[in-house]
């Protein structure tokens, strides 16, 4: 396994007689270098130490003998690493193994160079209370193999997990471990506690399209099963791709519902690590790639991807600290053999994702976001409106619909496609002169599937991060210039 390398200690935990003495051990080549002595609790029948704080690296063993009069019991853990521990967790989009990825053979056979990122996998189950312990895993602590990542479809280990911590492991040099733990076709529901759900106010019940959601949907079950069991390790941080389970589903709460998760995550875990795991871990996403579905839903994807960000269309934000994006608007899979809301590129998925783990939980100095205009402005004597980015941006392909401003009169406001005019490497003109009315605001890429793949309008120059999605209200002009700015 791999337990969490310095500045935390690594917490060690488990299960004996009451009031017996647990002496846990850590050795290195069958030399003693440290031992931390505690007693079982008897109204839990649980021990719990923490590991003073240890560089990357092993490999060590873990002792733990349990003293009760005469009786002496241990447990061995060998091959053990130091090292960062991520979490892995959402619905079927995590789920997804290597197998069912592009390129699998090559993916699965590019192992040996990996042997120092560890993978762990929970079962697939549920609870109705908040149990202590996980009732079982697919896969205990091991190492990376072709059979345990390409072990079936939508079993054992992530794809975008492993690729992650593959990506991670290429950047950091020293060990990773990996604990996946997802299910298919869930709503963030079942993965948030009562607590987090009842803030929100998600109402007990609603109706369930069944196209979408497939697995337990019932308040917290999931979190009580497959996460609350993990509260006691010490963790480096998450990261989550779920969401298409919510677009028709409590889809208006999301904005709500998702930062409060984060919170909630956040303050289970730095508790029951005793303060071990950080209070703010650094906690990543995927923004939803396209998908082809129900014309009648076709706002919805929009929406939950713009709710993935507490309606801010970046992050971090205030709601959102230290939190990271990965954009994959531009992912889709028209011909994916497990259908278009599954696409096979999680390898660029991956990419992005550690790109943010980079930058927000290791502190490099790197993009790891697409351009977000900064800047709009009305210039209607010229019939434009002219957008400046907070970053170089490149111009793909020239998209005369993927930007529509809203037109207003008479309090009705209808969407007419902005066509891109003049460009240069950090603005975007538009041409608005379809909108006779007042322009009240701008979106970009709003619609299910907004391009091809790797095709979008909108890129940063270096990175190939596309522009996310965004709406932006064009407040008042000032009086006598023809200028407005978004907010």
């Given at each position: 396994?791999?337990?969490?390398?310095?500045?935390?200690g690594?917490?060690?935990?488990?299960?004996?007689?009451?009031?017996?003495?647990?002496?846990?051990?850590?050795c290195r080549?069958?030399?003693?270098?440290?031992?931390?002595?505690t007693?079982?609790?008897?109204d839990s029948n649980?021990?719990?130490?923490?590991?003073?704080?240890m560089?990357?690296?092993?490999?060590?063993?873990v002792?733990?003998?349990?003293?009760?009069?005469?009786?002496?019991?241990?447990?061995?853990?060998?091959?053990?690493?130091?090292?960062d521990v991520w979490l892995?967790s959402?619905?079927?989009?995590m789920?997804?193994?290597?197998?069912q990825?592009?390129n699998?053979?090559?993916?699965?056979?590019?192992?040996a160079a990996?042997?120092?990122?560890?993978?762990?996998?929970?079962?697939?189950?549920?609870?109705?209370?908040?149990?202590?312990?996980?009732?079982?895993?697919?896969?205990?602590w091991?190492?990376?193999?072709?059979?345990?990542?390409?072990?079936?479809?939508?079993?054992?280990?992530?794809?975008v997990?492993?690729?992650?911590?593959?990506?991670?492991y290429?950047?950091?040099?020293?060990?990773?471990?990996?604990?996946?733990?997802?299910?298919n076709?869930?709503?963030?529901?079942a993965?948030?506690?009562?607590r987090?759900?009842?803030?929100?106010?998600?109402?007990?019940?609603?109706?369930?399209?069944?196209?979408?959601?497939?697995?337990?949907s019932?308040?917290?079950?999931l979190?009580?099963?497959?996460i609350?069991?993990?509260?006691?390790?010490?963790?480096?941080g998450?990261?989550?791709?779920?969401?298409?389970?919510?677009v028709?589903?409590?889809?208006d709460?999301?904005?709500?519902?998702f930062?409060l998760?984060?919170?909630?995550?956040?303050q289970?875990?730095?508790d029951?690590?005793q303060?071990q795991?950080?209070?703010?871990?650094p906690?990543?996403?995927v923004?939803?790639?396209s998908?082809?579905?129900d014309?009648?839903?076709?706002?919805?994807?929009?929406?939950?991807?713009w709710?993935?960000?507490?309606?801010?269309?970046?992050?971090?934000?205030?709601?959102?600290?230290?939190?990271?994006?990965?954009?994959?608007v531009?992912?889709?899979?028209?011909?994916?053999p497990f259908g278009?809301?599954?696409?096979?590129?999680k390898?660029t998925v991956a990419?992005?994702?550690?790109?943010g783990?980079?930058?927000?939980?290791y502190?490099?100095?790197l993009?790891?976001?697409?351009?977000?205009?900064?800047?709009?402005?009305?210039?209607?004597?010229?019939?434009l409106?002219?957008?400046t980015?907070?970053?170089p941006?490149?111009?793909?392909?020239?998209?005369?619909?993927?930007?529509?401003?809203?037109?207003?009169?008479?309090?009705?406001?209808?969407?007419?496609?902005?066509p891109?005019?003049?460009?240069?490497?950090q603005?975007?003109?538009l041409?608005?002169?379809?909108?006779?009315?007042t322009?009240?605001?701008?979106?970009?890429?709003?619609?299910p599937?907004?391009?091809e793949?790797?095709q979008?309008?909108?890129?940063?120059?270096?990175?190939?991060l596309?522009?996310p999605?965004?709406?932006?209200l064009?407040?008042?002009?000032?009086?006598?210039?023809?200028?407005?700015?978004?907010?």
């Amino acid at each position: 396994m791999v337990l969490q390398r310095e500045p935390a200690g690594a917490v060690i935990w488990g299960y004996g007689a009451p009031r017996a003495t647990v002496t846990v051990t850590l050795c290195r080549d069958q030399e003693p270098i440290m031992k931390k002595v505690t007693s079982v609790k008897a109204d839990s029948n649980t021990w719990t130490v923490v590991l003073d704080p240890m560089k990357p690296g092993g490999p060590y063993e873990v002792m733990a003998q349990q003293t009760l009069g005469r009786i002496n019991f241990t447990q061995r853990v060998h091959d053990v690493l130091f090292g960062d521990v991520w979490l892995c967790s959402g619905q079927s989009n995590m789920k997804m193994t290597v197998s069912q990825v592009f390129n699998a053979t090559a993916e699965l056979s590019d192992t040996a160079a990996y042997q120092s990122v560890r993978i762990l996998s929970v079962s697939s189950t549920q609870a109705q209370q908040e149990l202590e312990d996980l009732a079982k895993v697919d896969l205990r602590w091991s190492k990376p193999t072709s059979k345990n990542l390409g072990h079936g479809n939508f079993t054992y280990m992530s794809a975008v997990c492993w690729l992650f911590g593959r990506f991670l492991y290429d950047a950091l040099r020293y060990p990773v471990g990996l604990l996946s733990s997802s299910w298919n076709g869930t709503p963030i529901e079942a993965w948030s506690s009562r607590r987090s759900l009842e803030a929100c106010g998600v109402p007990r019940s609603g109706s369930m399209p069944s196209d979408l959601q497939f697995g337990p949907s019932a308040h917290s079950v999931l979190w009580n099963a497959m996460i609350h069991p993990l509260r006691n390790m010490t963790l480096k941080g998450v990261i989550w791709y779920q969401g298409e389970s919510n677009v028709n589903f409590n889809r208006d709460l999301y904005n709500c519902t998702f930062p409060l998760l984060i919170d909630d995550w956040r303050q289970t875990f730095h508790d029951g690590s005793q303060g071990q795991t950080e209070r703010f871990f650094p906690f990543g996403f995927v923004q939803l790639s396209s998908y082809l579905f129900d014309e009648a839903l076709d706002d919805g994807l929009p929406q939950i991807r713009w709710h993935q960000t507490a309606d801010f269309g970046y992050v971090p934000n205030q709601r959102m600290p230290n939190t990271f994006m990965a954009a994959s608007v531009d992912l889709c899979d028209r011909n994916s053999p497990f259908g278009s809301i599954h696409p096979r590129d999680k390898q660029t998925v991956a990419y992005r994702l550690h790109l943010g783990a980079r930058a927000l939980a290791y502190g490099e100095k790197l993009i790891f976001q697409g351009p977000l205009p900064q800047k709009i402005e009305l210039l209607a004597d010229k019939g434009l409106l002219n957008l400046t980015y907070s970053q170089p941006i490149k111009v793909q392909r020239r998209d005369d619909k993927i930007f529509e401003v809203s037109c207003c009169s008479d309090h009705q406001c209808k969407w007419l496609p902005a066509p891109m005019d003049t460009f240069s490497t950090q603005s975007l003109a538009l041409n608005i002169t379809s909108c006779q009315d007042t322009p009240a605001a701008l979106r970009y890429a709003w619609t299910p599937w907004p391009c091809e793949y790797k095709q979008c309008a909108l890129y940063h120059p270096t990175s190939t991060l596309p522009a996310p999605p965004f709406l932006a209200l064009i407040t008042s002009p000032s009086p006598g210039y023809h200028s407005r700015t978004a907010k």
